[in-house]
């Protein structure tokens, strides 16, 4: 399942345009935030796909069932562009567990890059909807080989992606390689460059957010 939010008019489409305007990102906090609102958004839609139960709620007034999210999700991100989007999941299910993953392009000499993760901090994940957030969706190597860690350790009952822009060629390689997965992504682009940066894309979030690193 892809839910492409560029497909939808909404406000959110706003918040994606802005996080594409190369003058609004010189503002780093504003930048953070849409991430962020993004987040908000996605949390809101996928959690029309989540179980609730029925819970008797007593107001100053009387009492009545209302229905409640049965469980909260494990929110995952790779660190470090990944914090802000994760952050607006968080603020919706604000119960929520979270997991950290590191995991960096390695450049070798010749311009080719592996995938090298360093570090996994989780809470226990058997039998927990994961949703995995990453502004960018580029190769999808990262985001494959993290899921992967994880599905390999505990047995995730519902895994949900989320990303702010994909490209066509990472949708095709996590459908591949994690097809029961359900992707939530602000905008999907077409082309990639030779060093697999999305075009147009947004640039590299994690600079963007955070500033530029050595």
């Known amino acids: 399942m892809i839910f492409n939010l560029s497909k939808t008019k909404s406000i959110a489409n706003t918040f994606i345009a802005e996080l594409r305007d190369e003058e609004l990102q010189k503002d780093a906090m504003r930048f953070r935030k ?13 959690s ?12 100053p007034l009387g009492s009545l069932p209302c229905e409640v999210l049965e469980n909260q999700p494990v929110l995952a991100t790779i660190l470090r562009a990944g914090l802000p989007l994760q952050q607006g999941l968080l603020n919706i299910f604000d119960q929520a567990a979270c997991c950290f993953i590191s995991a960096y392009r390695k450049v070798e ?7 090298q993760m360093d570090y996994v901090s989780t809470p226990d994940l058997d039998g927990r909807v994961l949703i995995m957030a990453d502004p960018m969706l580029a190769t999808g190597q990262s985001m494959v080989m ?12 519902e895994l949900h992606i989320v990303a702010a ?4 060629e990472g949708v095709m390689h996590v459908r591949a390689n994690l097809p029961k997965a ?22 590299d979030a994690g600079d963007l957010a955070y ?3 050595v």
């Open 34 to 46: 849409n991430l962020e609102r993004v987040g908000e958004f996605f949390a809101y839609e996928i």
């Open 48 to 59: 029309k796909t989540l179980t609730y139960q029925s819970k008797e709620v007593t107001t």
């Open 109 to 115: 000499k010749s311009g080719d890059f592996i995938i």
């Open 146 to 157: 993290c899921c992967k860690e994880l599905i390999n350790r505990y047995k995730i009952s």
């Open 165 to 168: 822009i994909a490209s066509t």
């Open 182 to 203: 359900k992707l939530w992504l602000g905008a999907i682009d077409e082309e990639m460059t030779s060093k697999s940066y999305i075009v147009p894309g947004l640039g």
């Open 211 to 213: 500033g530029e690193k």
